[in-house]
């Protein structure tokens, strides 16, 4: 079964740090490339941040860029999106995915798994 399981969403203030994570099945994660989505009530669903299988290449959005980071253990099957200054604005449901290839996740279109979503909250 294939099975992507966020963690660490929580509440926060705003300027606050965060760092989610997700773990994956090992035929979900084994030779795909990562990424994240946030989504908002009545919002659509928004790219956030990409990781290739090797790790060599990242994308973010231009609203995130400097500000979050994300990584992946290939060993351990996680993938975390460490989020610094966070905004009230990015108060969300956050969004682990795999991808249908090795190249990184950048689109909806990329995406072939979905986890369940962790919520992120943050107050002014």
């Known amino acids: 079964q294939v099975q992507l399981v966020e963690s660490g969403g929580g509440l926060v203030m705003s300027g606050d740090s965060l760092r989610l994570s997700c773990a994956a099945s090992g035929r979900t994660f084994s030779g795909r490339g990562m990424g994240w989505f946030r989504q908002a009530p009545g919002k659509e669903r928004e790219f956030v941040a990409g990781?290739?299988?090797?790790?060599?290449?990242?994308y973010y959005s231009d609203s995130v860029k400097g500000r979050f980071t994300i990584s992946r253990n290939n060993v351990r099957s996680t993938v975390d999106l460490q989020m610094n200054s966070l905004t009230p604005e990015e108060t969300d449901v956050y969004y682990c995915v795999a991808g249908r290839s090795t190249a990184l996740v950048s689109s909806m279109r990329d995406a072939a798994y979905w986890g369940q979503g962790t919520q992120v909250t943050v107050s002014a």
């Open positions: 990781i290739t299988w090797s790790s060599i290449s990242t």
